[in-house]
């Protein structure tokens, strides 16, 4: 075995090794408001979906969402791609309506710019419950209509533009619109 | 509706052009070089009189440099590999620097940092700082292959932004001074010094320098005025320095004596 392809194997071994750990703490103590289905969970260890149930007392009560991670190969050094899937969609200002495959992009600094080996799947989780729970009105991102038309199939491929409130973000490349939009309401 | 694939393609053009980037650096650029005479630097600046003058007066004082990978990590990196080589010769040191960092992984927790994730990368870091002496000691040129074996190499890094960030937040009301923009201090670790890849500057040398107790001096190579050497800065102040680093713009590499 030539020495980058054993550096490369050794990357895997550390890479499935921490993913293990982290999917069996899941299983074992997961974040409040989510639930893992035990016997789906490690069959692939790139892919995983959880359910997210929107906390008592929000505007989420009630319902209940699913949750896609995959994992590169740079994972953790790298963000996991995290989206949204199934027939029910949080309808939220940073969640986008862009078609189902391989699901809804999320707006969240974490999820690309600001992540860090030290985060997990299960502080993802936290962060998106906390992005829910916060949420006092229904309505989808001002810019949804232009970015679900413009937007590549990866949500980490979208250049973000982070701003205010929860450190989320908007897609750059529509931040004209995004201000025409802003400046119509206001 | 033109727009539209314009601004698509835009994305992926972007986003493919750096990953062809980080691929030429990564062919190009070891994590960490061999050791090179410090007029090797002379041949990049020839025509440059400003240059060529600054780097003639710092060989009187530095023999060599290792060069770093240029991925944001530099400062890191350089200062790991820099560090771990001098404690290979240096049995007290080692084992002060060992108590040290068995202490970062408690003090990290107690501030509030994932134990699940910290203690991942604090057992890759204490592993290889215990074969840094004693009866398992390493050779210069495991620590090399160490440092250039990307899995290994940068779970290190990420131990290390850790101990800058508890640092930073540790003291956060001497910290906060040099805060530019109005975030928080955990905004900026969050931002700044926990996600890989992202550059590092004074605050991140002095905390680092101060959590580990291990002094770094900065030597700046910049175009500003011919005046005497490149000014040289310690981190943290008046410390007596064991890691020597050479800073060009926006870069870090290893300097040696």
Same mark, same amino acid.
């Given at each position: 075995m030539s020495d980058k392809s054993l550096t490369q194997s050794c990357i895997l071994q550390r890479q499935e090794k921490r993913l293990q750990k982290e999917l069996v703490s899941l299983i074992k103590e997961p974040p409040p408001g989510v639930v893992v289905d035990g016997e789906s969970v490690g069959q692939c260890l790139d892919l995983l979906v959880l359910s997210i149930n929107g906390a008592q007392g929000t505007i989420y009560e009630g319902e209940q969402f699913q949750l896609q991670f995959r994992f590169g190969p740079k994972y953790p050094f790298d963000s996991p791609e995290v989206v949204f899937v199934g027939s029910e969609i949080p309808v939220h200002p940073h969640v986008y309506s862009n078609g189902a495959s391989p699901g809804r992009h999320i707006c969240l600094s974490i999820l690309t710019d600001d992540w860090s080996p030290a985060l997990s799947i299960f502080s993802v989780c936290v962060s998106i419950i906390s992005m829910l729970s916060s949420c006092k009105e229904k309505k989808r991102p001002p810019d949804d209509s232009m970015y679900v038309k413009t937007c590549s199939k990866n949500p980490k491929k979208t250049k973000w533009w982070y701003h205010g409130e929860y450190s989320n973000s908007k897609p750059l490349n529509d931040l004209k619109f995004f201000i025409e939009n802003e400046l119509k309401v206001s | =509706?033109?727009?539209?694939?314009?601004?698509?393609?835009?994305?992926?053009?972007?986003?493919? +052009?750096?990953?062809?980037?980080?691929? &030429?650096?990564?062919?190009?650029?070891?994590?960490?070089?061999?050791?090179?005479?410090?007029?090797?630097?002379?041949?990049? @600046?020839?025509?440059?009189?400003?240059?060529?003058?600054?780097?003639?007066? #710092?060989?009187?004082?530095?023999?060599?440099?290792?060069?770093?990978?240029?991925?944001?990590? *530099?400062? %890191?990196?350089?200062?790991?590999?820099?560090?771990?080589?001098?404690?290979?010769?240096?049995?007290?040191?080692?084992? !002060?620097?060992?108590?040290?960092? =068995?202490?970062?992984?408690?003090? #990290?927790?107690? +501030?509030?940092?994932? !134990?699940?994730?910290? &203690?991942?990368?604090?057992?890759?870091?204490?592993?290889?700082?215990?074969?840094?002496?004693?009866?398992? !000691?390493?050779?210069?040129?495991?620590?090399?292959?160490?440092?250039?074996?990307?899995?290994?190499?940068? @779970?290190?890094?990420?131990?290390?932004?850790?101990?800058?960030?508890?640092?930073? +937040?540790?003291? &956060?009301? %001497?910290?906060?001074? %040099? #805060?530019?923009?109005?975030?928080? =201090?955990?905004?900026? *670790?969050?931002?700044?010094?926990?996600p890989m890849y992202r550059e590092s500057d004074h605050m991140h040398a002095i905390a680092l320098g101060s959590a580990l107790k291990v002094g770094i001096r900065v030597v700046y190579l910049d175009r500003g005025e011919i005046t005497t050497s490149p000014p040289e800065h310690d981190f943290p102040e008046d410390c007596t320095p064991s890691v020597y680093l050479l800073y060009r713009p926006g870069h870090y590499d290893i300097l040696y004596k």
């Amino acid at each position: 075995m030539s020495d980058k392809s054993l550096t490369q194997s050794c990357i895997l071994q550390r890479q499935e090794k921490r993913l293990q750990k982290e999917l069996v703490s899941l299983i074992k103590e997961p974040p409040p408001g989510v639930v893992v289905d035990g016997e789906s969970v490690g069959q692939c260890l790139d892919l995983l979906v959880l359910s997210i149930n929107g906390a008592q007392g929000t505007i989420y009560e009630g319902e209940q969402f699913q949750l896609q991670f995959r994992f590169g190969p740079k994972y953790p050094f790298d963000s996991p791609e995290v989206v949204f899937v199934g027939s029910e969609i949080p309808v939220h200002p940073h969640v986008y309506s862009n078609g189902a495959s391989p699901g809804r992009h999320i707006c969240l600094s974490i999820l690309t710019d600001d992540w860090s080996p030290a985060l997990s799947i299960f502080s993802v989780c936290v962060s998106i419950i906390s992005m829910l729970s916060s949420c006092k009105e229904k309505k989808r991102p001002p810019d949804d209509s232009m970015y679900v038309k413009t937007c590549s199939k990866n949500p980490k491929k979208t250049k973000w533009w982070y701003h205010g409130e929860y450190s989320n973000s908007k897609p750059l490349n529509d931040l004209k619109f995004f201000i025409e939009n802003e400046l119509k309401v206001s | =509706m033109e727009m539209v694939p314009e601004s698509e393609i835009q994305d992926e053009v972007i986003l493919k +052009q750096q990953r062809e980037i980080e691929k &030429e650096v990564a062919e190009i650029h070891p994590l960490i070089g061999n050791i090179q005479p410090l007029t090797c630097l002379l041949k990049e @600046y020839m025509d440059d009189p400003i240059y060529t003058n600054k780097l003639t007066k #710092l060989a009187d004082v530095y023999r060599s440099l290792r060069r770093v990978r240029p991925d944001g990590n *530099c400062f %890191f990196r350089g200062f790991g590999f820099s560090y771990f080589e001098k404690l290979l010769d240096n049995e007290e040191e080692w084992k !002060k620097f060992q108590a040290i960092v =068995m202490g970062t992984k408690d003090q #990290l927790i107690s +501030q509030g940092f994932p !134990k699940f994730t910290l &203690e991942d990368f604090f057992d890759s870091f204490m592993e290889v700082v215990n074969r840094l002496g004693g009866e398992g !000691k390493m050779d210069a040129e495991e620590l090399s292959r160490i440092f250039n074996d990307a899995g290994t190499s940068d @779970y290190l890094v990420v131990y290390l932004r850790l101990v800058t960030s508890g640092q930073l +937040q540790k003291e &956060e009301d %001497f910290y906060q001074n %040099f #805060l530019e923009g109005g975030k928080s =201090m955990r905004e900026f *670790c969050q931002q700044e010094v926990e996600p890989m890849y992202r550059e590092s500057d004074h605050m991140h040398a002095i905390a680092l320098g101060s959590a580990l107790k291990v002094g770094i001096r900065v030597v700046y190579l910049d175009r500003g005025e011919i005046t005497t050497s490149p000014p040289e800065h310690d981190f943290p102040e008046d410390c007596t320095p064991s890691v020597y680093l050479l800073y060009r713009p926006g870069h870090y590499d290893i300097l040696y004596k």
